[in-house]
């Protein structure tokens, strides 16, 4: 079986939405994001803004923890996308700053992520 698939990513978006800080955030429901499953050699995963497209890799992901990551990974792109931040495609200290608060509460390894 495969793990990435698009109702998969749109599954782990659902549940990460409802799960601080991320329920605080004023995300798009599922229905307004599309998601993909494709063979990417260069990222685990993607954002795509306008309309918005999560991408996760199905060479470089093929475990949950990993699928759970990237995909709240992607999400902080889409917040800082939806907030107007003209950096949003970055990861600086902004992404580090709401990156953090979802390690604090999933347990992530903030440098990994």
């Not at 004023?26 to 260069?42: C, H, N, Q, W, Y």
Request: net charge negative.
């Amino acid at each position: 079986m495969n793990l990435v698939t698009g109702n998969n990513i749109r599954i782990v978006y659902e549940t990460l939405i409802q799960l601080p800080p991320m329920a605080r955030w004023r995300l798009p429901p599922s229905i307004e994001v599309e998601f993909k499953a494709r063979a990417m050699k260069g990222a685990y995963g993607t954002y795509e803004a306008d309309p918005h497209v999560i991408t996760i890799s199905t060479l470089k992901v093929g475990h949950f923890d990993t699928l759970f990551k990237t995909v709240a990974h992607e999400m902080v792109h889409l917040k800082r996308y939806i907030d107007n931040d003209p950096d949003w495609t970055q990861h600086d200290a902004r992404f580090t700053e709401l990156g953090n608060q979802i390690c604090a509460v999933m347990g992530f390894d903030p440098k990994e992520f």
